[in-house]
């Protein structure tokens, strides 16, 4: 039986390889999970009572682009954080926004672009759904160094106007996933100049939009805003999994242009999973409250805060603006995670395996990602032993 090729160039997902990099070999220690970018932190806690108000809801269909309340929820947040009004018909629920990362390429990326083979831009190292979504469309994905040298953020516009001129999509995740960069207002107006020049949409991957350390990142909807940009030219996603830790809700939201949404809902009325009423009920709350937020942030940022007591003065140590990940630069990532787990029995995600080999250098390979996710007390225990590990 004939597969299609379109994938086979591609490695395991990040945990599988993890998994079989370290098979077979103890811990040396207590086993600290430092790997997955899971949340830990409390639920909100009207996330019991509001499922079981609504319990009724699993006994029906649930309207694909989102209750009318819900979408309200999420109208009002976007115009409280950004200070953007967006229309409900400018927004639609995901069931989590892989969901929405994945399909926005399938309903917005072209066949072809000046009759050529439509190019699909991403950051290296990324999220991995990203170089799946091109593939599956059948688009070139372009891996763009996102390392130190770049502020941890890829710089498109180095791109040759000949690559550039057959951009579809570019994706950008701010702060990034895994370094934690934030893309300022400067970045987001760089960025919408150049897919106007080059008549490409950009996808703002957003998740990690309220971790942050000193100040809110701004968002490319607001900027889009003040630069009176198309909105077609936007498509962002926001999820409550990092913001609320709520992972296992799996609802965020897309907001784009009128065109493009009618794509996406067209896309979604016959392949979507809608989230089901009772979920959405929660989502609505949840999205209508900033306090858990703000309390959660509180304790990430303690945890910033005691990274920069553990590592301080080391070099090449830079704690992020954003998100919930460290980026640490070690030898060779496979090397300091297998030294790690042998050691002391705290486990961590090799750089490499967010990254692709491109122009003959895997951009993660000299890096280890941390997720700052569990409890204070766990935290810092993982960090310290990790610093006396790997570091001396």
């Not at 919930?324 to 030898?331: G, K």
């Not at 967010?354 to 890096?367: C, E, V």
Request: net charge neutral.
């Amino acid at each position: 039986m004939a597969f299609p090729e379109r994938f086979s160039n591609l490695p395991d997902y990040a945990f599988p390889r993890l998994r079989k990099l370290l098979d077979g070999r103890a811990p040396g220690g207590e086993v600290i999970q430092m790997t997955i970018g899971e949340p830990r932190h409390a639920q909100p806690g009207f996330v019991g009572r509001i499922l079981q108000e609504n319990l009724a809801g699993f006994g029906v269909y649930p309207p694909n682009d989102g209750t009318p309340e819900l979408l309200a929820a999420i109208s009002a947040w976007v115009k409280r954080r950004y200070g953007v009004t967006l229309t409900e018909d400018r927004l639609m629920v995901l069931n989590g926004t892989r969901e929405g990362l994945f399909n926005a390429c399938i309903a917005l990326c072209p066949e072809q672009k000046r009759g050529q083979k439509p190019v699909v831009l991403m950051p290296n190292p990324f999220y991995q759904v990203y170089a799946v979504a091109a593939l599956t469309v059948g688009a070139e994905p372009v891996y763009v160094p996102a390392t130190a040298a770049s502020g941890h953020l890829p710089d498109y516009a180095s791109l040759s106007p000949d690559v550039l001129d057959r951009v579809t999509v570019a994706y950008i995740c701010s702060p990034a996933n895994p370094q934690g960069a934030v893309a300022s207002r400067e970045y987001w107006r760089d960025l919408l100049t150049l897919a106007e020049r080059h008549d490409f949409q950009i996808f703002a991957d957003e998740c990690y939009s309220e971790i942050w350390r000193a100040a809110p990142p701004p968002g490319i909807l607001e900027v889009a805003a003040e630069m009176g940009a198309d909105p077609e030219r936007v498509v962002a996603f926001h999820s409550l999994s990092k913001r609320s830790n709520l992972p296992g809700l799996r609802s965020g939201f897309v907001a784009a242009g009128p065109q493009s949404m009618l794509r996406l809902r067209q896309l979604r009325a016959f392949a979507g999973a809608p989230l089901p009423l009772p979920l959405q009920k929660v989502a609505e709350a949840a999205w209508a409250d900033e306090d858990h937020v703000t309390q959660s942030r509180a304790l990430y940022q303690e945890k910033f805060a005691l990274a920069d007591q553990i590592f301080g003065g080391m070099q090449g140590w830079q704690n992020p603006e954003g998100g919930f990940f460290l980026w640490l630069p070690v030898d060779d990532g496979e090397a300091a995670t297998i030294k790690l787990w042998d050691e002391t029995g705290v486990k961590v995600l090799p750089g490499g395996y967010l990254s692709r080999d491109a122009g003959g250098t895997n951009p993660g390979k000299g890096y280890i990602r941390v997720a700052l996710v569990a409890p204070k007390d766990e935290t810092e225990r993982g960090l310290t032993r990790l610093r006396k590990c790997l570091y001396g």
